[in-house]
């Protein structure tokens, strides 16, 4: 087995993802599909599953190669012992093949509890990261906010979340390419006294590191109006915050159809703004930004929803290639320095854009 | 001045309903309109703030009183500060008048912090109650969803998760009439194991003191889907749970507000669609339930959002009658008791159904 795709002259200067095609409740077939769609000159997918299926989605179609794996890690498995349980799993191989460096990112809509153990057991933390976070990138207008942690850690500490501002702020730069990243932290109220001892602490920390690129206290209200690029948050709030968003656009949805489908003249009005709503649900579609990002790591880590299908893996290719190009890991490493020394926003150096 | 309304022949039986006039963005012209069109020959509403305007507002409408203070707590005001400093501010003498029995609960659109300040200061807290929380009463369809704590608390012990629940289903059975109320506990996953150690520990009482009335974790998307009647969680993630959800929600009609704009078809789309968006906004509108419920307290206590307008002083009227004449103070306390001798479910009395 060569890890390197065939196209070996252009492999120098293409980004290799490794992708868990077994992970998600739509695995092998939308993961394949969706990344197959990414894959290019540039972007060389490596999928890592059992191999005579994989064959048969992937054809003979360019810039992919399979890895042979004979397990699964199952979405109900304990993480943990898991990974330790299965280390032929594709999660675990696709995980271990970035850690060996033949490959530069990872990608699995498979069990996120594993992607996190496996990601510690193997990737490693960066070093200086105390607490690797997830990284979710919500579909606020007019511009997207980016909320960490989604859920990696129940329980932090200020110096956390102060560091998560880091994460999430280079995040910003180099994938998402805003230039000054502005950041709100989660809490009850606006007041710099509002919140737990914790949250209390961490907004006096993260005003001597940030100066005016740090907004205060934002609330549950504003993860969807694009008041701040990123939100920081411990991994209990910022779970629930993230579930209860979508599941209030659900719910609204949801009305939206049943209140259409009890008129003939509600379903003329509905099929008027069919293209319409189409829109709207496609700029809340989780899909559209692929995967969450375990952000703190030693190379690129995504994590897909569960539900992922063939638009989602596609997307968490193409935004794992970004990280990997805008060299997000080395950004946040040289920033990880700049907040230990002091504070950052005075000496920022000029952001750079994606590539 | 006599704090009992003039109709003293039906004063007996009649609930009386304190009303700091002078809380909120709209008062008090907005929260009097909406007291008025609740009181009736068995609700007494008792007008607490500047006499002068209300008498004005107040006209000679029946089953209505007012009681003359000259000062105001501020929304901004510092709310320790502000009711220890204001012993005569409306919302402190409101807060009064229930404390010394002269009326029967307490409504108030005013400053969260100062409400519960007054509260404890003075209604104060019901024998055995750790820690009052508040409750709101979530628009999830098809039944409402009652979330508590959302915000007193930033902290908690699993104790007072424990007890949260005791609270939440006596609102339930006296004041949303439901026979048998289920319970869930916030959490970031379904299984017992999953979230902070306070969340473990509480998952484990609540599941001793409640049998199958506890339905175990429930998640941020299960806010709005009916899952179950109750949700307990701590007031920190409560209130972002809360305030995500109705910002989601407004994120979702907003854009279906802009996409509507873009075009003519669309607009004649939504002409037709009306009658149901109307539907579908008044289903979501936090004016439905008029307040929050301050559970714990000696009486009845409600706190409005700020931004409360008629409807929702109207609404916030008739629960707080509600939750007197279904003696719902009564039923927290008698049920408190039973937790700290043992299990509950077994042994529970039948539901009674409110007034």
Redesign the interface.
Known sequence: MSARPATEGQAARAVIIAVDAQGGDNAPEAIVEGALRAASEHIHVLFVGRAARLRELVGGAPYAEIVDTPDVIGSGDEPAHAVRDKPQSSLVVAARLVAESRADAFYSAGNTGACLAAGLLTVRRLKGVLRPAICVVLP??PRPTVLLDA?AN??VQPAHLRQFAVLGRAFCREVLGVAEPIVGL???GEEPG????Q?IEAHKLLAADLGPAFYGNV???????STVDVVV?D???G??????????????????KQ??A??A??K??????K???V??RA??DPEEYGAMHLLGMNRPMLIGHGSSGARGAENAVRYAARAVSGHLVEAIAARLGDVASGPVAASDPAPRAPA
Do not use: M
Not at 268 to 273: D, E, H, P, R, Y
């Open positions: 606020s207008q859920g129940a329980e989660l809490s009850i509002k919140g737990t001892p949250v609330e549950g209200r504003d993860l969807l109006n948050t991994g209990f709030s779970n629930i915050a993230l579930k209860a968003s979508e599941g209030a656009a659900k719910a609204v949805l949801g009305l939206l209140a259409i009890q008129s003249r509600a003329v009005g509905a099929l008027l703004l293209p319409d709503l829109r709207v700029a809340l």
